[in-house]
């Protein structure tokens, strides 16, 4: 069972320990592979996939493994319309070749969207190459630089839009925002209040400036940092998230490597998520020499900042209820 969370009317988050999915507007986050530079025993390289009731399915990196923790979390390959690439180190895209042969095995026959930088990009034309670019089914491949963003979704106005901001590590690499924005729904109980009913008129009321007819539900932004040194940037992407899914590689027992080699610690991701104003900080990317509980120690030191915090694991899910 995952985590729920139910969303006050303030935008905070509280933990909902029952079953989420008869629930009409809820979104879904699985963290695939929650480790660091290499797999280890427990915990496989970045990636991370988000599910809506709308039926999009983002793949968020795509390190080593990737595939196999998706079967495990009973996630359709083949129903996976998005994936965002953060930057092109091994960790984060070793798995994506065969990822799109096993797409191509099951049939798929809808087109994919991939969003990465333009080293990342050529990765993916010299891989399509060796497999005779015959995979049946369409890539739109977007080569991303500075900030940007694309629509992912729009269906009679409810929209989800995925957003990047470059990102501070050792190469180039972007930090992605995803933010479902959704029309105001009809008040009905307010509605039967004054007298009026569901009909073919219905959405003459949505036209109303008497807000006491329509419930306007406010946007959600879940933010994903790929790996980063804190710094401005970051805060920007982050802005005001709903959820962060932060690196935090190291301990302060190692700030001086995490400094070295452009990462976070645990309380660097949670002073972002303070200063970003952010509701839930999500921990990950976990050092190979952080094993088991060891971990936690990085967990401990973040709430010290930022007290709703999360330790997060490889098949962990979080259901997030609008």
Not at 118 to 133: M, P, R
Not at 172 to 188: A, M, V
Not at 207 to 215: A, F, K, P, Q, Y
Not at 227 to 248: A, F, G, L
Request: net charge neutral; aromatic share 10%; with cysteine.
């Amino acid at each position: 069972m995952p985590i729920i969370f139910n969303r006050s009317k303030y935008g905070n988050l509280t933990p909902k320990l029952k079953e989420a999915r008869t629930m009409s507007r809820w979104i879904e986050l699985t963290t695939l592979g929650t480790g660091g530079a290499y797999p280890g025993e427990n915990r496989f390289t970045a990636s991370y996939a988000i599910r809506d009731w709308l039926g999009n399915i983002i793949l968020l990196d795509v390190g080593e493994g990737t595939q196999h923790r998706l079967r495990q979390a009973d996630i359709p390959l083949t129903r996976i319309n998005t994936i965002a690439i953060t930057h092109g180190h091994g960790d984060h895209i070793n798995g994506l070749p065969g990822l799109l042969q096993s797409m191509y095995l099951n049939t798929r026959n809808i087109p994919l969207n991939i969003i990465a930088p333009k080293d990342v990009i050529k990765f993916i034309k010299d891989a399509l190459e060796v497999e005779g670019n015959h995979l049946g089914f369409n890539i739109n491949l977007y080569e991303i630089s500075a900030n940007g963003m694309l629509e992912i979704f729009n269906q009679k106005g409810d929209r989800l839009n995925i957003y990047w901001y470059p990102s501070c590590h050792s190469r180039e690499s972007y930090c992605y925002t995803l933010e479902w924005n959704l029309r105001p729904r009809i008040n009905i109980e307010e509605m039967k209040k004054h007298g009026i009913y569901p009909g073919p008129d219905i959405e003459k009321y949505f036209e109303l400036e008497d807000n006491r007819m329509l419930i306007r539900i406010n946007p959600f932004k879940i933010s994903y940092t790929g790996d980063t040194k804190p710094c401005d940037n970051i805060v920007s992407c982050v802005k005001e998230s709903n959820v962060i899914i932060h690196e935090s590689t190291f301990s302060d027992d190692h700030q001086s490597e995490a400094e070295k080699f452009y990462h976070s610690t645990g309380r660097g991701a949670a002073l972002s998520a303070k200063k970003s104003k952010a509701s839930l900080l999500i921990l990950t990317h976990i050092s190979s020499r952080y094993e088991g509980f060891e971990a936690i120690e990085i967990e401990k030191q973040a709430k010290e900042e930022f007290k709703n915090t999360i330790l997060t694991w490889d098949l962990a899910k979080y259901r997030f209820v609008l």
